[in-house]
């Protein structure tokens, strides 16, 4: 029987056999999102300058996707400098920090 994404998250905690292995992410970034076209050209550069998604993005994202968890990141200040890599997506570099 098929169950929906909060019981089939439950029965893995219950120690049950789930209909299939939850599906779940703890991240997407913002250019991979992009590329799955979540918004229109003229939101999109909105979305990728921010740092994380709003709950409602977040929600559809995972509803798009088929995930059996909805993540949302509350993120920390990033204390290192920030580089962008040819295809948008955001890689730490050195801490700004110093001894």
């Not at 089939?8 to 939850?22: E, G, H, L, S």
């Not at 949302?72 to 570099?93: I, T, W």
């Amino acid at each position: 029987m098929s169950k929906n994404s909060c019981e089939r998250v439950k029965a893995v905690f219950a120690r049950q056999v789930p209909d299939r292995v939850p599906y779940c992410e703890l991240y997407i970034d913002q250019a991979f999102a992009a590329k799955l076209d979540f918004w229109q050209p003229s939101e999109r550069e909105a979305v990728l300058q921010r740092k994380a998604f709003s709950a409602e993005e977040a929600k559809s994202i995972s509803r798009r996707l088929g995930l059996d968890n909805v993540f949302f990141s509350l993120l920390q200040p990033n204390y290192c400098e920030m580089h962008v890599g040819k295809d948008g997506r955001s890689f730490a570099g050195s801490g700004l920090t110093r001894a």
